[in-house]
């Protein structure tokens, strides 16, 4: 599937993607997410930790949404750690640019970019990318405050020697009854 979707068209988005941009089949560097953990950087508190069985387990999501329910506390942290395990195949990978999209009302609330020279051929990664949690909008703040749900979405790319090979999207509940 070619979209022509680069790296400035990703970072130049006002709303959350409502398609994928690519196939499992473009992911031709054989790159499997296989773990994630999303902690408070501060504390250390986890608020999410998955390890797949196998790394074809989250093949899935190519093509279908993510969906979370996470605990409000996220929302009130002053930075993020979050640890992402993935898996390369049979190819060298140079480049990999891994960029992060969050929207609150399909709002852009925040953007990440993390770069990555290289990972070696049928390699196991483990990286934790550290990242301040933006302030909330008036208007999400005041939901906070007032203990009801906000619902949010994400994008995330993968680019590697800038060719989008892997596109997810997410979308999730901050909730107090977690």
């Known amino acids: ?15 959350p993607s409502s398609e994928f941009f690519v196939e499992l089949s473009d992911n031709i560097y054989g790159i499997r997410f296989k773990g994630f953990k ?9 608020f999410h930790s998955f390890v797949a069985s196998n790394i074809y387990e989250l093949d899935y999501f190519a093509e279908n949404e993510l969906s979370y329910i996470f605990p409000v506390q996220i929302l009130k942290a002053k930075n993020l750690g979050s640890n992402l395990t993935l898996v390369v195949g049979d190819n ?11 929207y609150i009302n399909d709002k852009l609330q925040a953007n990440y970019k993390f770069e990555f020279p290289l990972f070696m051929p049928n ?10 949690v933006p302030p909330l909008s008036k208007e999400s703040q005041d939901m906070l405050d007032q203990g009801e749900d906000i619902l949010a979405k994400s994008d995330t790319f993968i680019f590697v020697e800038g060719k989008l090979v892997i596109h997810r999207r997410a979308h999730y509940i901050y909730t107090s009854s977690v």
């Open 1 to 15: 599937m070619d979209k022509n979707i680069d790296i400035n068209t990703v970072m130049n988005m006002t709303e």
């Open 123 to 132: 390699s196991e990664n483990n990286v934790e990318f550290m990242y301040p």
């Open 38 to 46: 999303l902690r408070n950087y501060e504390s250390g508190e986890i």
């Open 92 to 102: 060298l990978v140079k480049d990999l640019t891994l960029i992060e999209r969050h």
